[in-house]
């Protein structure tokens, strides 16, 4: 930030780590900045250090404030209504079980038998990635494993 200070830029190269012995500070050259008056409600600039290395140095702690956590359902509300959303599943099975799903019929032949599989794991691990969403993964890495999918 400038903070409306016009006036006559030092422009530097500095190449350096902490890790490097031999550090690179090269002066450039200069720049003439003409700025806009500050307007009253502008923030006014930081009182400027007179050794010219002290930009480098350790900084001030930040300290940080955290925002409350928010508060959490009871244990008992949140099993319920995971109950409440497995219950579909289980009739679903019940379902398939009254119709007579014929299970038999399923093909026992390697040619026939692996494009099926790779259908039904496909679903099973679409599935298996939505498990996965909802415990621990960001939407990102769902995606992309969608994606691959």
């Given at each position: 930030k400038l903070y409306?200070?016009?006036g006559k830029y030092e422009i530097?190269?500095?190449?350096?780590?902490?890790?490097?012995?031999n550090s690179l500070l090269s002066n450039i050259g200069h720049i003439e900045i003409d700025l806009p008056e500050r307007p009253e409600k502008a923030p006014r600039p930081p009182l400027q250090s007179t050794e010219p290395y002290s930009r480098y140095g350790p900084k001030a702690e930040i300290s940080h404030i955290f925002r409350i956590p928010?508060?959490?359902p009871a244990k008992q509300l949140s099993l319920v209504f995971l109950g409440l959303i497995v219950l579909p599943f289980i009739g679903f099975l019940i379902g398939l079980t009254r119709l007579g799903v014929n299970i038999k019929s399923f093909p026992s032949s390697a040619g026939s038998a692996i494009p099926a599989l790779l259908f039904h794991g496909g679903i099973?691990?679409?599935l298996l990635l939505y498990v996965l969403f909802w415990l621990k993964l960001d939407?990102?890495?769902?995606?992309?494993?969608?994606?691959l999918l």
């Open positions: 409306y200070l016009s530097q190269l500095t190449i350096g780590d902490a890790s490097m012995e928010e508060k959490l099973a691990a679409v939407l990102f890495t769902t995606l992309k494993g969608v994606s």
